[in-house]
């Protein structure tokens, strides 16, 4: 059984930064790719960044060159970093991962609001 469980949302001014974690259960090793999402009020969930095994890395572009995704094997760990954050960032952000054996997981997310 794979856990997901996503951490480090909260309130921050636009401007500001947070980082998100994500702490998968079962090792990252058994993972073909991780991706965060993310899901404002009245509105579909959509990709913010992926990172595959290999470490190749892909965003959204309303969020290039201000997030980063990361992963840190020995943790068992995926992170989003977040800088220059923008009241249109306010949302759930949720992690999902995709198995080598091809089942996709899901976190309960994390809350993300940016203040003007």
């Known amino acids: 059984q794979v856990h997901v469980v996503e951490s480090g949302g909260g309130l921050v001014q636009a401007g500001g930064s947070l980082r998100l974690s994500c702490v998968v259960s079962?090792?990252?090793?058994?993972?073909?790719?991780m991706r965060w999402y993310r899901q404002a009020p009245g509105k579909q969930r959509d990709l913010v960044a992926e990172i595959t095994r290999g470490g190749s890395t892909n965003y959204a572009d309303s969020v290039k060159g201000r997030f980063t995704i990361s992963r840190d094997n020995a943790k068992d760990t995926v992170y989003l970093q977040m800088n220059s954050l923008k009241p249109e960032d306010t949302a759930v952000y949720y992690c999902?991962?995709?198995?080598?054996?091809?089942?996709?997981?899901w976190g309960q997310g994390t809350q993300v609001t940016v203040s003007s």
């Open positions: 079962g090792s990252i090793f058994n993972m073909n790719v």
């Open positions: 999902n991962v995709v198995a080598s054996w091809n089942t996709g997981y």
